[in-house]
């Protein structure tokens, strides 16, 4: 049951917030942070319910916020929900409206969780600085998706620009199940390696890939477009042939050594509920994040060619696939 209070205060809000508590027998003790969620009508139900759904793993209270600028007198009217079906935690969306919608921090502030850390999200459009944003400075770490703008380009210049300890970007998150299988492929013998190409659409995941994998294995790597879906084929050549990954359905992946398939490997494309889960699971800086985005170049964030490339014959046959991530 989600109770709504309109045209209150912080003050008001925490007062439910512990009579809710109070009323099921709840407690604030098990919860491991707060989770500012800052975004438009469009994007709201979204991001909260991704949230709230990871919500079992990682106990949290999450404040959603929705700025609803206008004319007329600041209001702020809010939906409460504690410990039911939208997660074990405690979830409040804020609607903010008219002039109150330029200050989000001081409604956020009160009602953060004591001795926790906090997390800011932005699951679309975000500040150009966010550990100078007012909800930034609230949070230890901040959370952006540049996959949600179709400019990711300007975005990826944008966060290098103001690039923070603490900040991180889900289409990096995406990355994760890729960089896992690079390092079990790599786990068995192989010639020493002397350059890359990674074939993916024009996603903001790929240079990032691009240039870990330079950073990592200090080779020259080639980034080309294809048709997907997202990140579909990663060449490693070695002196004594070529090891490929390809993925070209967006769910399996099968390694190849000089042609020969050696096993396959469960590569899913994940969505934003799962990427967010991976995020609240550390708390901490994400360092090689921070290198990546440190060591990255802004001349080389589009692919090296022009259209959609012929691939290794072993990239198969592309299907469509509407999950998310690469």
Not at 79 to 88: A, F, L, Q, R, T
Not at 96 to 101: C, I, K, W
């Amino acid at each position: 049951m989600t109770l709504r209070l309109e045209s209150t205060n912080a003050s008001d809000i925490a007062s439910a917030i512990s009579a809710e508590r109070h009323r099921k027998g709840a407690t604030a003790t098990g919860m491991v942070m707060t989770l500012v969620i800052v975004a438009d009508e469009e994007y709201q139900a979204d991001a909260t319910q991704a949230a709230a759904s990871s919500a079992g793993d990682h106990p949290c209270r999450i404040l959603t916020v929705i700025p609803r600028p206008g004319r007329g007198e600041p209001q702020l009217d809010a939906g409460i929900s504690v410990g039911d079906s939208e997660g074990p935690g405690e979830l409040v969306r804020l609607r903010l409206r008219n002039s109150l919608a330029e200050h989000p921090a001081s409604v956020v502030l009160p009602l953060l969780l004591s001795d926790t850390p906090v997390v800011a999200w932005w699951p679309a459009g975000h500040p150009a600085d966010l550990a100078t944003d007012p909800i930034g400075r609230l949070a230890s770490r901040r959370i952006v998706d540049t996959t949600s703008t179709d400019a990711f380009v300007s975005a990826l210049i944008e966060r290098k620009a103001h690039l923070a300890t603490g900040d991180t970007d889900l289409s990096w998150t995406r990355l994760t199940p890729w960089r896992a299988a690079l390092a079990a492929t790599l786990d068995q013998p192989y010639e020493p390696i002397t350059e890359a190409v990674v074939y993916s659409e024009a996603i903001p995941a790929a240079p990032l890939m691009r240039t870990w994998l330079e950073w990592r294995l200090g080779v020259p790597v080639t980034y080309l477009d294809s048709e997907g879906p997202a990140i579909n084929q990663i060449i490693l050549r070695t002196t004594g042939g070529a090891i490929t990954i390809t993925r070209p359905t967006g769910h399996m992946a099968t390694v190849e050594r000089n042609g020969i398939a050696v096993k396959e490997l469960f590569l899913p494309r994940r969505s934003v509920k799962d990427l967010i889960s991976e995020e609240l699971s550390r708390l901490d800086p994400d360092d090689t994040y921070e290198e990546t985005m440190s060591r990255l170049d802004i001349t080389r964030l589009e692919p090296d060619n022009d259209g959609a490339a012929d691939q290794d014959d072993t990239a198969g046959e592309q299907t469509e696939n509407t999950t998310e991530g690469p």
